[in-house]
């Protein structure tokens, strides 16, 4: 045969090469999981909203189910959409479903891949997790509650004495300061390169995390292209991140250090591993060091300061456009506070129409549409349908907050849905930390943050709108009860 007929041969090859491949994984010839139909190489892309991903793939449920499956460039993507799938299959299989995608830019441009929140499932990441979780376990956080009351009074204090600088840049730094406090024991009014460095860090995560914000996720080829090329600025994004990363992991922790050995350390979560570390003499005191690092800069990045920041927002502003809800919260802590005192942990119990402001604040404005993906480590066949290895899995947490099966009037902000005992209306924290093996282990921290803050806000001031432009951008505080 001419060389010009093996050419032309070579596509029907490859796709009869490709068909046994499949079949050999799917012996039983099952399908794909339902959704829209693709095109040849491209697959769904042209189907992939541009904006308000969450939304659109909602919406595709009421065609294909709760369970969407589409392929973009040959990257094969399920959706899920309902409670029942996402726990069936990241919590029930979790061995199967506890990976993290091949993210380029995550994991090889930014520098990424040795940190718990990308790392997919096995012996490196259970040791990070292992090392991270004995901080913050439901018992552990307990002795940070101290932390909680005197960075809130400190923030309650700054906001009765406020300039003109924003209220929500106030939440932002509180936050922010109660970490580093908790992580390295740093004052961030003082060391501002701490405080540049986690910013920087954040910023970057939160641009990567854009699905379909860099090409080189789909086209993982393009990493190897020089970074003067024409169009080669994310690879100076993920230099500049990378750089950010390893700064965060040496700079604090060699602070740390520095004070121990002068004898003028406070306790940190960085003192406690570094005392733990083997002598200098110790072949693996390099592997631990290096571990401890990574494990203290993920716990400032991690631990739910972001998220914990953009609920304590989203309470602001609902507290701003629902007076009458804000004002039964403020009854209910006059009741049960004494006169002249902030609330505090011991309170808790004793406060359940503010703790269902707490949880519909989480409920309302979704702050992650969706929970980091996962992906499939191996082939996996579910409810009749075959989903093959590498699969990215996206559960949408948004779908399942404003499911009106779960919650009546979803997009309505009522507190009054966690106090009717009549109501299945989950917690909001079933969904928000994330889900199975891959599931937040800086919870229980951050529902204290968001708990003392909201608490300590309602006691102190009435929360009102500027005007209504300023509704979404910015929050009005005036002296109440203790002001």
């Not at 480590?377 to 093959?388: K, L, S």
């Amino acid at each position: 045969m001419c060389l010009y007929g093996t050419l032309a041969l070579a596509p029907a090859l490859a796709s009869v090469l490709i068909w046994f491949s499949n079949r050999r994984r799917n012996p039983k010839g099952l399908p794909y999981p339902p959704g829209p139909q693709g095109y040849p190489l491209i697959g769904n892309l042209l189907d992939m909203p541009r904006e308000y991903q969450h939304e659109a793939f909602s919406a595709w449920s009421a065609k294909y189910g709760d369970m969407v499956y589409v392929e973009v460039l040959q990257r094969p993507i399920l959706i899920l959409n309902s409670l029942p799938r996402i726990q069936d299959l990241l919590e029930k299989r979790s061995t199967k479903y506890s990976d993290r995608p091949a993210a380029t830019m995550f994991k090889e441009l930014m520098g990424w891949k040795d940190m718990m929140t990308t790392m997919d499932y096995g012996p490196r990441l259970r040791l990070q997790r292992k090392v991270f979780s004995q901080f913050f376990t439901r018992e552990a956080v307990q002795k940070y509650r101290p932390l909680h009351l005197e960075r809130i009074q400190r923030l309650v204090s700054r906001l009765a004495e406020r300039n003109d600088d924003s209220v929500l840049a106030f939440v932002h730094d509180h936050m922010s300061a109660t970490i580093a406090r908790l992580v390295y024991s740093i004052d961030i009014e003082e060391d501002r390169v701490y405080t540049g460095m986690i910013d920087g860090i954040v910023k970057a995560f939160e641009e990567a995390a854009i699905p379909g914000r860099f090409l080189v996720d789909a086209l993982p080829f393009l990493k190897h292209i020089p970074n003067w090329f024409p169009g080669a600025g994310f690879k100076r994004f993920g230099a500049n991140a990378t750089k950010l990363l390893k700064q965060l992991q040496e700079h604090p922790f060699r602070l740390v250090e520095e004070k121990m050995s002068q004898g003028m350390a406070e306790a940190c979560i960085a003192s406690e591993l570094i005392e733990k570390l083997p002598p200098t003499s110790d072949p693996t005191r390099q592997e631990m060091t290096a571990l401890f690092r990574q494990v203290t800069a993920i716990a400032h990045i991690g631990v739910c300061g972001v998220w914990s920041v953009i609920v304590m927002k989203t309470f602001l502003y609902a507290m701003s456009t629902h007076q009458s809800i804000q004002r039964k919260a403020q009854e209910e802590i006059d009741r049960e506070v004494d006169m002249g005192r902030l609330p505090n942990f011991d309170d808790r119990q004793r406060l359940p129409y503010v703790n269902a402001v707490v949880k519909e604040s989480m409920r309302w404005i979704t702050v992650g549409p969706f929970a980091f993906p996962h992906a499939l480590a191996h082939d996996d066949e579910y409810d009749g349908y075959f989903i093959p290895k590498g699969t990215v899995v996206l559960p949408n947490t948004w779908a399942i907050q404003h499911d009106p099966t779960l919650y009546t009037n979803p997009f309505e902000y009522n507190p009054d849905r966690f106090l009717d005992h009549n109501s299945e209306a989950p917690d909001p924290a079933i969904t928000a930390f994330g889900y199975g093996r891959r599931i937040c282990p800086g919870s229980h921290f951050a529902l204290d943050a968001i708990y003392i803050f909201v608490v300590s806000i309602l006691a102190t001031f009435d929360v009102l709108p500027q005007s209504e432009e300023a509704l979404r951008n910015e929050i009005k505080l005036v002296d109440g009860p203790l002001g």
